[in-house]
């Protein structure tokens, strides 16, 4: 169960802004905050494991999950899945509203 739990795949929010079809943003509890998860580009540096989470939502059961540190980002603001550099979990209220181009500037100054 939690293997294949390290390689689920992540699903985002296209932020389009367009109306299509519906989309859904998994969710990650740690510390006891929310996190969603966020596309971001370029992709991140991750830095070291620092602990477990629980990962929700989109249809999918809750299970346990590794989470890692980003490089010159505070686990407070943002945190990353191990070997998947193109998304984070941001902290639910911070950067809300930042692109993917901007969002790796925005949460390394929050927090």
Do not use: F, W
Not at 22 to 37: D, F, G, I, K, N
Not at 85 to 97: E, K, P, T
């Amino acid at each position: 169960m939690i293997a294949a739990a390290l390689v689920a795949p992540v699903v985002l929010t296209t932020g389009s802004g367009t109306s299509g079809g519906a989309s859904c943003a998994e969710t990650l509890l740690y510390e006891r905050h929310e996190y969603v998860a966020r596309p971001v580009s370029p992709p991140v540096v991750q830095g070291v494991a620092i602990g477990v989470g629980v990962t929700s939502g989109c249809g999918t059961a809750p299970a346990n999950i590794n989470i890692r540190s980003l490089r010159g980002v505070k686990p407070a603001a943002a945190v990353g899945l191990p070997g998947d550099a193109s998304a984070i979990y941001v902290r639910r209220g911070v950067c809300s509203h930042a692109a993917a181009e901007a969002l790796l500037g925005c949460v390394s100054r929050s927090g």
